[in-house]
């Protein structure tokens, strides 16, 4: 199977950005993420318990789903338990990844779900 291509939402990069300011480390440690939890689950359907799946906007083919375990070097001493959480979308027919929303759960305690209607809206 092909690896995963990574699209980024205007509002992920806006968040990323942001979050950038007080943990340096993220882009990297994105990138150990997709190959660490989000490949590991979609491609080699191995759950780690890093990937969940969000209720209610799930389908054959598209999968909306939120990284838990997200290891942030910037957090030193939290290993996966850093408190930044990532939402994306998955979809199955083309493999590829939109990243929609980048939080810490200091900040904002869920997901914005209003921000994934409105990706959905403009999938159609």
Do not use: W
Not at 53 to 73: G, Q, R
């Amino acid at each position: 199977m092909s690896p995963i291509t990574y699209k980024n939402t205007s509002g992920f990069d806006k968040d990323l950005k942001r979050l950038l300011k007080k943990f340096r480390t993220l882009e990297s440690d994105i990138e150990v993420t997709k190959t660490n939890a989000i490949e590991l689950f979609h491609v080699k359907n191995i759950d780690n318990s890093s990937v969940e799946l969000i209720p209610n906007f799930c389908s054959d083919e598209l999968k909306i789903c939120k990284v838990k375990k997200f290891a942030c070097k910037a957090l030193k001493g939290r290993g996966v338990q850093s408190g930044i959480r990532i939402i994306y979308a998955y979809h199955v027919s083309t493999n590829t990844v939109d990243f929609i929303e980048m939080y810490f759960k200091g900040e904002s305690e869920n997901e914005n779900k209003e921000r994934i209607k409105q990706y959905l809206a403009n999938l159609d």
